[in-house]
């Protein structure tokens, strides 16, 4: 696969965060998704969030699995850690990171196929577990690399753009986020710049487990008439694809409202996706009155945006397991073999 490489030299006028970096060092490679794909968006809204609060790159640890979601790490934060893991294996990979150094900032990019099928087990734990990671899912219900199929989120009675009705009932990834202790909750749209970036920076700067499931419409099959995650369904845009399905550029699609406010987002192909914007005097400390308060808004046809609950004294996994202040890889063998008097006072404890 040819890549195409951003120039390395920037403007001496481009501005510089605290720590001396300026928006473009949290880049990547150029992208290679379909022009007008939500996941860039979310991309884009990742290197603000990440420039706004001064993280130095190298600082982070970003992990995904397999789709075009998982794709997207390699279009930000070129200078920091990766991993590409096997199809729904990136929250185990994660925990196993976070455990041996938990000085880094650990961000997770998975998809709906990603999350909520192959890899539903592997989030569930990592929610209950509280590791202490961003967990970004790019939902757009549908397996974008195989064609289209539907995925898991996908909503029962949508249409494939073949024509496909899907008859499977929806897996809610917001609403288990909710039920499985995950201490930080939240749903954005990728065309909400506004609301995305402070939903990703309370996320990376919470300290638990913190999960943003983020409706991403698939420009290419999940963008039709019928499909409920489509643009047309988010917000107006109009979208021309062929039989050998080519598309043709699209621009970024972008919306704006008011907290409390409801808006109908017109998608490619004429559909359109109602949001709802959690009000100011909405309390997100609740955490089951959020679960029914999202579902009261579902039955209403609205998708709840914002930070859906947060536990502002949430204990992440290490302070569960009382782990090692230090990453394990600098930890001496005094420390990992401290002698046989101490392993013999650990025996006894464990009798």
Known sequence: ?????????????????????????????????????????????????????????????????????????????????GFNTVHGRMPSVLTGANLANRELLYLGVSGDGDSASIGLGQFANAMRRGVNMAYIVENNGVYGLTKGQFSATADRGSKSKKGVINTDSPIDLVGLALQLGATYVARGFSGDKEQLVPLIKGAIGHGGAAFIDVISPCVAFNNHSGSTKSYDYVRQHNESVSKIDFMSYRSEITTEYADGEVIEVEQHDGTFLRLRKVDKSYDPGKRYEALSYMNDRHEMGEILTGLLYMDPLALDLHASLNSSHLPLNVLQEKELCPGKKVLSKINQSLR
């Not at 696969?1 to 880049?27: C, F, Q, W």
């Not at 809204?45 to 600082?59: G, S, V, Y």
């Open 1 to 81: 696969m040819t890549y195409i490489a951003k120039p390395r030299m920037h403007h001496p006028s481009l501005k510089t965060n605290k720590v001396g970096y300026t928006r473009r060092d949290y880049e990547g490679r150029v992208s290679t998704l379909c022009a007008g794909c939500g996941h860039d968006s979310i991309s884009a809204a990742i290197i603000q969030a990440c420039w706004e609060l001064n993280i130095e790159p190298h600082r982070v640890a970003k992990l995904s699995g397999i789709g075009c979601s998982s794709k997207t790490p390699d279009y930000f934060l070129g200078a920091s850690h």
